[in-house]
């Protein structure tokens, strides 16, 4: 899979709006851009994954560049709840049993 | 749904010890994988499975068995733990090997080797 590069820290008040960006100049035309979050002391959970299109689930909204080179995770209010470490990951067409491929992902902090 | 569960959530073993970790999923899930997650680390995978009784290596493997026997269950097995082994491991499973497949994750199981 692709590398992505993403800040090793970031940090945000509650209910304001959270832009988590990512980069990833060497993205292929058919990779998918997942991101995954770790709350403190669980299991990575799904947030949202997308293609070309930008994508709204009830989590966040994914933004990709029209060139794909990067995408940014937005939270729309964030809550304390979503203080955790957010992964960006790419997934390429062959998607493969080999899983995913974590790097060190953006350690998000929300400051009452 | 439990969706992905895993025991124990805590293990303490000494050096040379053996021990399980178990996995279960409730989803009819096809695709079953381990990681292992050091502190300040990412998850790196330890062996997958796409369907029961098919298994293979994933980044790494060594010191680690497993099997599938069914579709819910794929355990761990360290054979002969060593202090290298102290980690936290996650179990995980997802429907299909498709890149825009999502991963469901248990909770993890501590794991400390003295």
């Known amino acids: 899979d692709a590398k992505t590069t993403q800040p090793n820290s970031m940090e945000s008040n509650e209910e304001e709006p959270v832009h988590l960006p990512c980069n990833h100049s060497t993205i292929s035309g058919t990779d998918y851009i997942h991101w995954y979050r770790q709350l403190p002391s669980q299991g990575p959970e799904y947030v949202i994954h997308g293609l070309t299109s930008n994508v709204n689930n009830r989590m966040a909204s994914l933004a990709i560049a029209e060139d794909r080179k990067s995408s940014t995770l937005i939270l729309h209010r964030a809550t304390l709840r979503d203080a955790a470490v957010y992964y960006c990951i790419l997934r390429d067409h062959r998607g493969g049993a080999d899983g995913l491929t974590f790097g060190k992902g953006t350690h998000l902090i929300i400051q009452p | 749904n439990a969706g992905v569960t895993q025991t124990p959530k805590f293990q303490v073993l000494k050096t040379g010890q053996s021990m399980t970790l178990q996995c279960a999923q409730d989803?009819?899930?096809?695709?079953m994988s381990w990681y292992r997650q050091d502190p300040g680390m990412g998850l790196r995978l330890i062996h997958y499975s796409v369907g029961a009784g098919i298994t293979d290596q994933g980044e790494v493997p060594n010191g680690y068995n497993v099997s599938r026997s069914t579709t819910e269950d794929f355990p761990l097995r360290l054979l002969s733990a060593a202090p290298s082994q102290t980690s936290v491991y996650f179990c995980?499973?997802?429907?299909?090997?498709?890149?825009?497949?999502?991963?469901?994750f248990g909770s993890g199981t501590q794991l400390s080797v003295l």
């Open positions: 989803m009819n899930h096809e695709y």
């Open positions: 995980a499973s997802s429907y299909s090997t498709g890149s825009y497949e999502k991963l469901f």
